[in-house]
Nanobody, 124 residues
């Protein structure tokens, strides 16, 4: 069973950039899509970005388009989320996930392997 581990979170100032990393143990992404979600205190987990298995289709939350970029390495053992121009409202725990299928999805139901999350806190 593949496991995911996120890293790269921390306390940062508004306006700066951050790169989150999610690495696998026990295997690769295989033919799964990949995604990032986030969850702020007291709120539901929300979709951030996803990438299809082939890496040819990237999807972003409408509110985050332009500041976020999802990518992965060729070995399919790591995925990344580049976040630019961070805002205090970006404060959340960020989770990476592997999809149930090769197609990207915006729903948490489309993913069956999750990391433990990494905290991002943006100060104003």
């Amino acid at each position: 069973q593949v496991q995911l581990v996120e890293s790269g979170g921390g306390l940062v100032q508004a306006g700066t950039s951050l790169r989150l990393t999610c690495t696998t143990s026990g295997g690769t992404f295989g033919r799964s899509s990949i995604a990032w979600f986030r969850q702020a205190p007291g709120k539901e987990r929300e979709f951030v970005a996803s990438l299809s298995w082939a890496g040819t289709y990237a999807d972003y939350s409408d509110s985050m388009k332009g500041r976020f970029a999802v990518s992965r390495n060729d070995a399919k053992t790591a995925m990344y989320l580049q976040v630019n121009s961070l805002k205090p409202e970006d404060t959340a725990v960020y989770f990476c996930a592997l999809g149930r299928s090769p197609a990207a999805s915006r729903s948490t139901n489309g993913y069956d392997v999750w990391g433990q999350g990494t905290q991002v806190t943006v100060s104003s």
